[in-house]
């Protein structure tokens, strides 16, 4: 058991343990330009495993477009350009020869619009499974539904409704959907940009504590433009400001004693 895990009772303020933790995901000088606009600018972070790490800043800085560089969405912008280095357990994610659909079920993602399939419950969680050859049998296919259901804290409230349509779900519950969909195809990786921001606060509360349970298995990079939000639920937190990386490290430290004036201003509301 990796000495970084916490019970998943831990208050979610929890400080991070001084011990260094593996790096999951390596990113150096990573720059992503959208044409001619120059929209990260020499990136280079470790990310450790079995953690979340927040991403914070003004709107604008770039926190959504670090995250798409880390599953390869970035490819679908077609004016998107990706340069630098990015390793998840020393792969080079960037590598020609890289399939970036495994990649993807590697590295998963759950959206600010919680965005279920137009299909039942069951199928928005089996369809990734499937597509991956992942079952042998409908039993197979049905453990995996079901422990993925269960992991996103949803089995219970669906348990009865597995065939009704996905988007019959509360906005909550969808987007627990999504996360167990993302969980099913079995990612080590989960990437979350403002995943609470169309929720109400009990169903983003939910979602916080699912969050803390899942940094036992995965590791976990969310985009949030809640403070409150990247303290509660992260261990490291970085900041961005205008397309860099100003600076990261454990959340206690980066919410007491920032070392830039940018990351201070910013904690303390004067911008943003
Ligand atoms: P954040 O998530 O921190 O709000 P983004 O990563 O979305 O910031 O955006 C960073 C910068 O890149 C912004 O100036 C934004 O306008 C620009 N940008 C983002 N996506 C695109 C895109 N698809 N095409 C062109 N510019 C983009
Ligand atoms: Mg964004």
């Known amino acids: 058991m990796n ?27 990573v720059n992503v330009h959208y044409g001619e606009k120059h929209a990260l600018k020499n990136v280079s972070v470790n990310i450790p495993e079995r953690s979340v790490m927040a991403f914070i800043g003004p709107s604008g800085c770039g926190k959504s477009t670090f995250l798409r560089c880390i599953n390869r969405m970035n490819d679908t912008i077609p004016s998107a350009r990706v340069t630098g280095r990015i390793e998840i357990d020393d792969l080079d994610i960037y590598d020609k020869s890289l399939d970036v659909v495994q990649l993807r079920a590697r590295v998963g993602m759950v959206f600010q619009k919680p965005n279920p399939f137009p299909k039942s419950v069951y199928e928005n969680v089996a369809y990734g499974p499937r597509i991956h050859g992942m079952a042998r049998s409908k039993t197979d296919l049905d453990d995996i539904v079901i422990s993925s259901l269960k992991r996103a804290s949803l089995w219970e409230e669906v348990k009865d409704r597995l065939s009704d349509p996905g988007t ?25 940009d403002e995943p609470c921001s169309a929720l109400d606060p009990n169903a983003a509360a939910r979602i ?23 303290a509660r639920v992260s261990q490291r937190t970085a900041f961005f400001h205008l397309g860099s990386l100003v600076e990261e490290g454990p959340t206690e430290m980066i919410f007491t004693t920032p070392q830039d004036r940018r990351t201070q201003d910013y904690i303390t509301g004067r911008f943003g």
């Open 3 to 29: 000495a970084l895990v916490q019970p998943a009772t831990a208050a979610a303020t929890t400080l991070a343990p001084s011990a260094p933790a593996r790096a999951k995901v390596v990113a150096e000088n």
């Open 168 to 192: 019959r779900l509360s906005g909550g519950q969808q987007q627990r959907l999504c996360i167990a969909r993302a969980i099913a195809v079995g990612p080590e990786v989960i990437l979350m």
């Open 208 to 230: 916080e504590e699912l969050i803390d349970e899942l940094r036992q298995n995965f590791t976990i990079i969310i985009v949030t433009h809640s403070i409150k939000q990247a």
